[in-house]
């Protein structure tokens, strides 16, 4: 693994299903970020986590959850996926906070609520 | 609220010279990143500023005036590889990235 990773890179889902989005990054990153983006708007921060074991809501929280079990893994999950939830997600991290660390960005997971 | 502006779009030629602008209102100011963005890949870091004036990299540019809450991204010698949208985004009082919608730029030979 080089980087941040996505799994999986496109999903079609049925309304009312539960789905877990993955992310892994093997840059020894303290912070990790997730975000959606749709066409007309800019990136949007669904949840984050500053350090393994802490998570906090970003602008966009509802209907989302996520865990920082460890350093690597940050998983996002819809518990019961609804249309609106149709949009591209980003994963990110970076070494810190947002304080001048750039943040990395995997390649996306495309997301279709039916 | 918050809020960020950039153009929506804008168009250039290659070789030529352009100036993607980006204001900002935001709760406080740690910094202000660019960002670029190929159609469909991921968003890659391009500069960071926190203090006044131009930091330069290459053939890419960016200026910040704070008291304005402005910020520009200079791209000289444009060539074909340099369409994409290109995201400004702000680090608020809470430490946290507010983004731009992005300016879809547009290069014709």
């Known amino acids: 693994i080089a980087g941040i990773t996505q799994a999986p890179t496109s999903q079609i889902l049925a309304a009312g299903r539960r789905m877990t989005l993955r992310c892994t990054q093997d840059?020894?990153?303290?912070?990790m970020y997730w975000y959606r983006q749709d066409l007309g708007l800019g990136l949007r921060l669904i949840h984050y986590s500053n350090t393994a074991g802490t998570t906090g809501k970003g602008e966009v929280p509802d209907g989302y959850s996520v865990s920082r079990a460890n350093t690597d893994d940050f998983p996002l999950t819809l518990a019961s996926a609804v249309p609106s939830q149709t949009s591209v997600y980003f994963c990110a991290s970076s070494a810190a906070d947002s304080s001048g660390n750039e943040q990395f960005f995997g390649p996306g997971t495309r997301l279709t609520v039916l | 609220g918050q809020n960020i502006d950039q153009p929506t779009e804008m168009t250039a030629t290659e070789g030529a010279i352009v100036q993607i602008n980006c204001t900002y209102q935001t709760s406080g100011f740690n910094g202000l990143f660019w960002y670029q963005q190929h159609a469909g890949e991921a968003p890659t870091f391009l500069s960071y500023?926190?203090l006044d004036g131009l930091e330069e990299k290459g053939r890419f540019s960016s200026f910040l005036s704070r008291s304005k809450g402005y910020s520009y991204l200079l791209l000289k010698e444009l060539q074909m590889k340099d369409s994409a949208s290109y995201l400004c985004a702000v680090i608020d009082s809470n430490y946290q990235l507010i983004w731009g919608a992005g300016t879809k730029l547009i290069i014709k030979p």
């Open positions: 840059m020894r990153h303290n912070a």
């Open positions: 500023n926190v």
